[in-house]
């Protein structure tokens, strides 16, 4: 597709459910990011793959985050036994390079409400 | 902590004016600085983006850059309604993820 796809686009779960957010990148794009948005804030990093490695995950909030790329494309970020404060718009960039200066391009964003 | 630093606003601005934006970083390594527009309830769209220090240009945009005082800043030449948006600040502090600042909502008045 023209641009970074995710889905779904609304999310709403009860506590403790497991969810689980998808991420198109840009086709050809090697760099793949994930924030998190909560109302009113700016995005905070979560975790960078390069291709199919994930190379930094130092922002994912708790060991209830987990994501994964396993074919260098497609990403997948599951949050489990979800609480309320993990009510926020999760986003996903893709950039074409490797490296802080490359433009991320941003999906429309993941809002999960958590009930 | 490596912080980036908006005033949050509300940024009034009358239609035809400069909108100035601000932001102050906490690296004096930090490497790429871009600025962002958010639409409510829309994703992040590139702006600007600025490596050296200066001016950098871009129809009504300029980004300026100042590394000795980590300070970059945005101007809006000739401001549009649809300039009404929040704008963020982001920082790369040489690695590959970008740290943004809260952002600032400008809105400019008919």
């Known amino acids: 597709g023209a641009g970074v796809s995710q889905s779904p686009r609304y999310k709403v779960a009860k506590r403790g459910q497991d969810v689980a957010l998808r991420c198109d990148p840009i086709?050809?794009?090697?760099?793949l990011f994930w924030y998190q948005q909560a109302l009113g804030q700016g995005p905070e990093f979560l975790t960078y793959f390069q291709n199919e490695a994930q190379l930094d995950k130092s922002g994912l909030p708790s060991d209830r985050f987990f994501a994964e790329r396993p074919e260098g494309s497609v990403s997948t970020l599951k949050i489990q036994r979800t609480q309320q404060e993990d009510s926020a718009v999760y986003l996903c960039?893709?950039?074409?390079?490797?490296?802080?200066?490359?433009?991320?391009?941003f999906g429309p964003g993941t809002r999960l409400t958590v009930l | 902590q490596k912080e980036v630093e908006q005033n949050s606003g509300p940024l009034s601005v009358p239609e035809g004016a400069i909108a100035s934006l601000n932001c102050t970083y906490s690296?004096?390594?930090?490497?790429?600085f871009f600025w962002y527009r958010q639409y409510s309830g829309k994703s992040p769209e590139l702006i600007m983006s600025?490596?050296?220090?200066g001016d950098k240009e871009d129809g009504r945009f300029t980004a300026q850059l100042n590394k000795a005082s980590q300070y970059v800043s945005l101007l809006i030449r000739d401001s549009q309604p649809s300039d009404s948006a929040t704008y963020l600040c982001?920082?790369?502090?040489?690695?590959?993820?970008?740290?943004f600042g809260t952002g600032t909502r400008l809105t400019i008045i008919p």
């Open positions: 960039a893709s950039s074409f390079l490797a490296g802080g200066a490359d433009t991320q391009y």
């Open positions: 600025i490596y050296s220090n």
């Open positions: 982001a920082v790369s502090f040489g690695n590959e993820k970008l740290t």
């Open positions: 086709s050809g794009h090697v760099s």
């Open positions: 690296d004096r390594g930090s490497q790429s």
